[in-house]
């Protein structure tokens, strides 16, 4: 699938890193560093515009290395991109660490997964079809 786009960063467009990748990893384009307090969250933006076909999202999604050595992760996460969004793609950050956390440009901050999706058409109906499940959930299944 081709996705057009736009790089007004200073880096190199997002790249799959082995060939079964599922994300790409985008990197903040600052031009100057962004100080992240604990409990902190900022918009950072990478520089980049696209545009994605219909029926396809771009989902924003936390690096697990940056989460579990840091504790800073994607606060809105999974970030959605709609098909028909043309500004910059920017990545809510939060710092959920005890420590300041300090972004510089070039730094990978979150990876993309571009997904089909469908849109639905509701259906109302008085009831529901039953399945062994019903109603349970959160956990209804035990230890």
Known sequence: MQVKIINKSHHALPQYETVQSAGMDLRANLDSS???PPLGRC?????????????????????????IKKGVT??????????DY???VCVVLVNLSSELFVINDGERIAQMVISRHEQI?????EVLDETERGAGGFGHTGV
């Open 43 to 67: 918009l950072v933006p990478t520089g980049l515009f696209m545009a994605l076909s219909p029926g396809f999202e771009a989902q924003v999604r936390p690096r697990s290395g940056l989460a």
């Open 74 to 83: 994607v606060l809105n996460t999974p970030g959605t991109i709609d098909a």
């Open 86 to 88: 043309r500004g910059e």
């Open 34 to 36: 962004i100080m992240l």
């Open 121 to 125: 058409v509701w259906e109302p109906v």
